[in-house]
């Protein structure tokens, strides 16, 4: 009798393992599976004037934060009438509209990468630099604030 039991409480704990070691490696596989989707999932998409203004935080934060609160800095597009520097007839741009220190921030974006194009205090030579829309997703548009205060940058911009 007492033989009985105890073959039966071995039987009980050998199932119940199998059953934990299954369970466990299915959850396992399952999350591996969940992160490699989230990872592949396609990276946030901007607008034209979002990208502008990450641009415009990467390369002068306080210009662009100035001209926005004085509700002086314009978001257009180059168009082919416009003088403009060499080489970025076809960006977006950033300027403000009483253009004291001469900075205008061009940029564009192909791909995932934002190419910017720029000049400050009256330097006219055109400085570049690129970054990836990941690389500025990470520094200035990660947190719930930082969002929002990009999003109320951009409701700020005066258009051309």
Same mark, same amino acid.
């Given at each position: 009798?007492?033989?009985?039991?105890?073959?039966?409480?071995?039987?009980?704990?050998?199932?119940?393992?199998?059953?934990?070691?299954?369970?466990?490696?299915?959850?396992?596989?399952?999350?591996?599976?969940?992160?490699?989707?989230?990872?592949?999932?396609?990276?946030? %998409?901007? +607008?034209? &004037?979002?990208?502008?203004? #990450?641009?415009?935080? *990467?390369?002068?934060?306080?210009? /662009? @934060?100035?001209?926005?609160?004085?509700?002086?800095?314009?978001?257009?597009?180059?168009?082919?009438?416009?003088?403009?520097?060499?080489?970025?007839?076809?960006?977006?741009?950033?300027?403000?509209?009483?253009?004291?220190?001469?900075?205008?921030?061009?940029?564009?974006?192909?791909?995932?990468?934002?190419?910017? %194009?720029? +000049?400050? &205090?009256?330097?006219?030579? #055109?400085?570049?630099? *690129?970054?990836?829309?990941?690389? /500025? @997703?990470?520094?200035?548009?990660?947190?719930?604030?930082?969002?929002?205060?990009?999003?109320?940058?951009?409701?700020?911009?005066?258009?051309?």
């Amino acid at each position: 009798m007492k033989r009985k039991v105890i073959i039966t409480i071995i039987i009980l704990i050998s199932c119940l393992w199998v059953a934990v070691t299954i369970n466990f490696n299915r959850s396992s596989s399952q999350q591996v599976q969940d992160e490699t989707q989230s990872s592949q999932q396609p990276r946030p %998409k901007f +607008t034209d &004037q979002q990208i502008g203004v #990450l641009a415009g935080l *990467a390369i002068s934060p306080e210009w /662009l @934060k100035q001209n926005i609160a004085a509700n002086q800095l314009v978001y257009g597009i180059v168009k082919p009438s416009d003088t403009v520097p060499a080489g970025v007839d076809d960006y977006s741009y950033l300027v403000a509209a009483d253009d004291q220190d001469g900075t205008v921030i061009f940029f564009k974006a192909e791909g995932q990468t934002v190419i910017i %194009k720029y +000049t400050s &205090q009256r330097n006219t030579k #055109l400085k570049a630099k *690129a970054l990836t829309l990941s690389q /500025l @997703k990470k520094e200035f548009y990660q947190t719930r604030s930082q969002k929002r205060e990009v999003d109320d940058y951009v409701a700020g911009l005066r258009t051309e």
